[in-house]
């Protein structure tokens, strides 16, 4: 099956710095999502975006298929960012294998 | 769109009681999800279903754990004579399949079993 690894595992931060997230698949995928899981365990949907680029307020997010990566940018970080950011992918459009996650501390 | 809700959120019980949890899912999605989550872990895939079909099931799924959609709206999953390692977080998933599946989870049902 699919494996999906995510770096770096942990990030601290200080308020307002910006950060860079990477999922790495293992297989071609046509299903890919960015989720964060903040302190009280809510999975936010934050993209689905198995190819290209999008953004939405201070995050971003792309996608390079071809070479089996994506990137979750957060700018301007506030203490509300903290929590875990998984990626997950499928090669189908249905099940998706969800990654080990980031560990993000945004300190005041 | 009230979102994806999970009853209950919280379950205690003892090693081999059943147990069975409900999802509603965002009510014009089609595909309704299963995960369960342990600590540190991400959500593991359990199964899914578009309506009212099962259509995918993990061979994490043993044959005690069952899930229905019946009439293709709320969801429930049924752990039959319950073990101490299915202690998790069990998560729900909808999502309308438009050509994209991008997927809302409801806040989960922590189980432990003692």
């Known amino acids: 099956g699919i494996q999906v690894e995510q770096s770096p595992p942990d990030l601290i931060l200080q308020e307002g710095a910006n950060s860079t997230l990477r999922c790495n698949f293992s297989d071609s995928v046509n299903n890919l999502q960015w989720f964060h899981q903040n302190p009280w365990g809510q999975l936010i949907n934050l993209f689905y975006i198995p190819s290209g680029t999008k953004q939405n307020g201070r995050l971003s997010a792309t996608t390079v298929a071809t070479e089996r990566y994506s990137l979750l940018y957060i700018s301007s970080s506030q203490t509300t960012d903290s929590g875990v950011y998984f990626c997950?992918?499928?090669?189908?459009?249905?099940?998706?294998?969800f990654g080990s996650g980031t560990r993000l501390s945004i300190r005041p | 769109d009230t979102g994806v809700s999970q009853d209950p959120r919280h379950k205690i019980t003892k090693r081999g009681q059943n147990v069975t949890f409900r999802c509603d899912p965002i009510s014009e999605h089609n595909r309704l999800y299963w995960y369960r989550q342990t600590l540190g872990q991400g959500p593991e895939f359990l199964t899914y279903f578009q309506n009212e079909a099962q259509l995918e099931k993990s061979r994490l799924l043993s044959d005690r754990f069952s899930a229905e959609r019946p009439k293709g709206s709320f969801s429930t999953l049924e752990i039959q004579r319950t073990e101490q390692g299915d202690s998790a977080m069990y998560l729900c998933a909808s999502s309308q399949w438009d050509g994209t599946d991008t997927q809302y989870f409801g806040p989960g049902t922590r189980l432990t079993v003692l």
């Open positions: 997950a992918v499928g090669s189908s459009a249905s099940k998706i294998i």
